[in-house]
């Protein structure tokens, strides 16, 4: 397994994060565990911009980098030679091998900085094969691409069979930066001066990108002056033909092909048939053999993307794709399920949307949270908007270990755990202060030694450190908190690079403070780092979103705050606000909403819990959490979506987040912030959010909610800027006049129209 972060050029500096599995048979066979940080440049880019894109990049990212690879398009080759660049970037990674990726009669990869490649244990053949699989899983990550699995309904393919979801590449290729990612990873088949053929228009971009390409690259690689002509030696594509509409009639393709073999001046030249997928392999071979009758002799089918099942040659296995039957064979047709066409002419769907707007927050959904914060009332162990110590890491929610190591029913629950690890000889953590501490609690309980180490310290330990090893059959691995399992795998793999785990009988297990996944399956996915559900141990577990800076609904308000600082400095109650959300390094337990009145309050504070509530909490922070638990269990069961997805939407039902059960005004703000914005829109019934909108905005009860909901607005959260209402609540004369001004400016540079 090797995990690539795809570092998208021009776009925010927050890579896609994708696991790439290795086959198990074939060409690349290594057996490795590294994170690569993978960085494709677009031919138009100035190498100096590479340098100042990485500066932008997250520390996270470039510190869990064990290997960076740049992508590099032939022309710029000579241009990132002479400008340093290569080693300006290599400065960034110190001990980190840097590589440049590109193409000279085969694909190359050239150390620019760093130890060799050799020392991760990853040959150039793996390497490559993942970062082409890598390259072409980006394109797919994209709203819209993957039509989702869903129990309502599935998906009738143009070739008649029954897909669990389905995959549409021509909705992929949004830019001229994607086309010339795929037409690199094609250079092999390109040299040989092909007829190309496209199993589908929507890919005929592509194959039309293709010829421009590769005249740029041999143009890279010859004589650059020789622009218009590329001369007879060198080589070229002979031409582009496709289907015209899947399952057009046979012959009609076959013509066209026998008009360009009689054409050929020499011999007919080789055919690269370029699929878009492969899910059975029949299409591929329905092509190719059309090619043949043409009287075509060397044919080779590449599919952009294949299911895991297939033998044919493919840049992306998706497992999306793997799961599809004959109509008469479908498990979901006999369970009942809806099948909704993929139209052959458009690839559109007879369905435009479904949107399922019955999502309720329940008693089991809160359950979790609830029972985990009454076993510490008063500790305050929750904040928001905080800022890790030591690791620089940002946290929407953060959790603070050391409070609970002082909780006597922590210490018990630790106790419990710690009896299946007695036979413990030494105890690993990172290094920063709530990985040391529960450490040392460990430690001293267990009667073992400890160090502190981040993993990639571990092949250079001091003497006496490793001396702490010697001997050692049973390892366990401490953290405070676990939410992905990255920082283990690293663990996992430098204890291998160090040699300090290479004998048979050598055991590992983790344990965790807190386990706090974002979902059951990241849950299981952190286990299998351990390799047995039995050496993967941890103290508590809470279901939580993993939101860094990107998604921090305080992160956003501080931006606010930053760019109308002229209000900000006008008002007290603004400048309070701004200090308190800059100072991420304590974050934040209560006063998390914008207050609107500020004179006269209430003897009740406006974000005070009701009573009877189901969520059971005692400060602001706990109750955001609590509310940011119960729908990251909704995501984890199916009920709300991860991301937004098409054709379906499935949303909070209404009537209980704006005007039913949680009639709270915390409960409403909790909401506006933990939500993602499409777990409450959906073009289907967002004039019915904007009259609960509405609603809200008139109702003097919930005057307090005033700023949230228009905070809300100005993050395109709620729909309906333009609403009366909003006009009517940034009139109200009880709200603070700097509040006031500032989200009416706001609001007012981020109109949009009433649909």
């Not at 218009?228 to 289907?243: F, L």
């Not at 089918?301 to 493919?314: C, I, M, N, R």
């Not at 603004?574 to 006063?591: F, V, Y």
Request: charge should be negative.
């Amino acid at each position: 397994m090797i995990h690539v972060n795809v570092l998208e050029f021009g776009a925010d500096p927050v890579p896609i994060g994708l696991d790439v599995p290795l086959p198990a048979d074939g060409a690349a066979t290594s057996p490795v565990n590294a994170t690569v940080l993978y960085i494709p440049v677009p031919r138009w880019a100035n190498p100096r911009q590479i340098d100042t894109h990485v500066n932008l990049l997250d520390d996270q990212y470039r510190q869990s980098a064990e290997l960076v690879v740049i992508r590099i398009h032939p022309q710029r080759l000579a241009d990132f030679g002479e400008s340093n660049a290569a080693e300006d970037i290599a400065e960034r990674f110190p001990g980190t091998p840097v590589l440049l990726l590109s193409w000279r009669g085969d694909f190359f990869l050239e150390p620019c900085g760093g130890p060799p490649l050799g020392d991760l244990g990853v040959d150039d053949e793996a390497l490559t094969y993942a970062l082409r699989h890598a390259d072409a899983r980006a394109l797919v990550e994209r709203s819209g691409v993957i039509l989702p699995a869903d129990e309502t309904f599935h998906y009738e393919g143009p070739n008649g069979r029954h897909y669990e979801s389905f995959v549409r590449v021509g909705t992929a290729i949004q830019s001229v930066d994607s086309l010339d990612g795929l037409a690199f990873w094609l250079l092999n088949q390109l040299a040989r001066s092909p007829l190309i053929v496209l199993d589908s228009w929507t890919i005929l971009s592509l194959g039309l990108n293709c010829e421009r390409y590769l005249n740029q690259v041999e143009q890279a690689l010859h004589d650059p002056s020789s622009i218009e002509d590329p001369g007879e030696d060198r080589a070229r594509v002979v031409a582009v033909e496709c289907q015209r509409r899947y399952g057009e009639p046979r012959g009609r393709l076959q013509q066209r092909l026998s008009n360009i073999h009689k054409q050929s001046q020499s011999s007919p030249p080789p055919v690269l048939v370029l699929m878009s997928v492969s899910s059975t392999g029949d299409s591929a071979n329905a092509l190719s053999a059309e090619c043949a009758r043409a009287g075509f002799e060397q044919i080779q089918a590449v599919s952009l993307f294949t299911a895991t099942e297939t033998k044919d040659e493919g840049f992306c296995a998706l497992p999306e794709i793997t799961k599809h039957w004959h109509e008469s064979e479908c498990p979901h047709c006999r369970d009942g399920s809806q099948s909704v066409r993929v139209m052959a002419d458009t690839y559109l769907l007879d369905l435009a949307a479904a949107v399922r707007s019955d999502v309720v927050i329940r008693v089991l959904h809160v359950q979790q949270a609830r029972e985990f914060f009454e076993r510490y009332a008063g500790a305050e162990i929750v904040s928001v908007h905080r800022t890790q110590e030591g690791d620089e890491r940002h946290h929407a929610l953060f959790l603070d270990v050391n409070q609970l190591l002082s909780h006597e029913t922590f210490l018990q629950r630790l106790d419990a755990e710690l009896e299946e690890l007695a036979d413990v000889q030494l105890v690993l953590c990172p290094e920063h202060r709530a990985g040391e501490g529960l450490a040392a609690t460990v430690a001293e309980k267990l009667g073992v030694p400890t160090i502190a180490a981040d993993p990639k310290r571990l092949p250079s330990l001091s003497a006496e450190e490793r001396a702490l090893f010697d001997g050692v059959r049973k390892l366990l691995i401490v953290d405070d908190i676990v939410m992905t399992g990255t920082r283990l795998r690293r663990y996992r793999n430098y204890l291998h690079r160090a040699g300090l785990s290479s004998d048979a009988d050598f055991e590992l297990h983790f344990l965790a403070g807190v386990a706090r996944p974002d979902s059951l399956r990241r849950l299981q996915g952190i286990v299998d780092y351990a390799h047995f559900p039995q050496r993967f141990h941890y103290v508590e577990l809470l279901i939580l979103p993993n939101w860094g800076r990107d998604e921090c609904p305080w992160c956003a308000e501080l931006d606010l705050l930053k760019q109308y600082s002229s209000y900000v400095e006008d008002s007290p109650i603004l400048e309070g606000r701004l200090q308190a959300l800059k100072d991420t390094a304590s974050g934040l337990q209560a006063d998390l909403f914008l207050h609107w009145a500020i004179d006269n309050p209430p003897p009740v504070g406006p974000w005070q819990l009701g009573p009877g509530s189901i969520f059971g909490v005692r400060t602001e922070a706990e109750l955001f959490a609590g509310v940011a638990n119960a729908l990251q269990v909704l995501r984890s069961e199916g009920e709300l979506n991860e991301r937004f997805t098409l054709p379906v939407a499935k949303v909070l039902d209404q009537r209980f987040a704006f005007s039913g059960r949680f009639y709270d005004t915390v409960i409403t703000a909790c909401l506006l912030r933990a939500t993602r914005r499409h777990d409450l829109r959906a073009p289907a019934i967002d004039r019915d959010l904007e009259a609960e909108v509405r609603e809200r905005l008139q109702d003097g009860s919930h005057v307090s909610l005033q700023g949230e909901l228009l905070f809300a607005l100005y993050r395109r959260h709620l729909p309906g800027n333009r609403l009366n209402a909003v006009r009517y609540a940034l009139a109200d004369s009880s709200a603070e006049s700097g509040i006031r001004q500032l989200l009416s400016e706001a609001l007012d540079a981020r109109e949009e129209p009433v649909s």
